[in-house]
């Protein structure tokens, strides 16, 4: 009994020791639209304004692809990280990635060199929309992207490696600093989306779809 309890031990140390290297490498980004500077679209569209005009015209759809979000962000991300590590780390960019997995989801990756060496990390966000007992609907916004062995919430990847989504906690405060930076943009979007123009966010591969309702 007491071999397989250090058997175990050195298992789990073994583990969490791996878990911490992946942590400080970077993801695979070569799948990403738009993140090298040659493959962005030129005069990149804005998309808040792209999104407002489609909500007050009532188009009935809206598409904004990976690349034309990512080189928009490109464009006009002033990206900053505060914290102990604030003097050694340098933010390269930060980029959406779109797929159909999970039922659609996002995934928003910060890259970062931190003394020279290149890391990544992520969150996922997936968007589900209900339709509540009078007729209208409310927008769920998940922080996960699917199972990890079928049993924990999936909420990022530090480096490569899939995180559970307590692990969003270590995070938090890149993650709210990118928040805070694009607020206006953020806060528009979602009136124009939601709730002046009722419609409905459906990541595709790729891209990202609205779906407005007809007049």
Do not use: C
């Not at 050195?10 to 500077?37: M, N, P």
């Not at 962000?73 to 959406?96: F, P, S, Y």
């Not at 997995?101 to 992520?122: D, F, L, Y």
């Not at 009136?191 to 309702?213: H, L, S, Y």
Request: zero cysteines; proline letters at 3%.
């Amino acid at each position: 009994m007491k071999r397989y309890f250090i058997l175990f031990t050195l298992s789990l140390v073994g583990a969490l020791g791996y878990g911490i290297y992946l942590g400080f490498q970077s993801q695979d980004l070569t799948d990403i639209k738009g993140r090298l500077e040659n493959d962005r679209t030129k005069d990149p569209i804005s998309v808040p304004s792209l999104i407002e005009g489609a909500a007050k015209n009532r188009i009935e759809s809206v598409t904004i692809t990976e690349r034309q979000l990512n080189s928009w962000l490109a464009n006009k991300l002033k990206a900053r990280q505060e914290g102990l590590l604030a003097d050694h780390v340098k933010i390269k960019g930060v980029w959406v990635r779109f797929n159909e997995e999970e039922g659609g989801r996002a995934e928003i990756i910060i890259e970062r060199e931190i003394k020279g060496h290149p890391q990544t990390v992520s969150k996922f966000i997936r968007i589900e929309r209900k339709k509540k007992e009078d007729g209208s609907f409310t927008t769920y916004i998940y922080e996960d992207g699917g199972r990890i062995w079928n049993l924990l919430a999936a909420g990022g990847r530090f480096g490569p490696a899939r995180i559970p989504q307590g692990f969003l906690f270590f995070t938090h405060d890149a993650f709210q600093s990118l928040r805070d930076l694009f607020s206006d943009e953020l806060t528009a979007m979602e009136e124009e989306i939601t709730k002046r123009g009722g419609g409905r966010i459906i990541f595709e591969e790729d891209q990202m779809r609205i779906d407005f309702p007809k007049n």
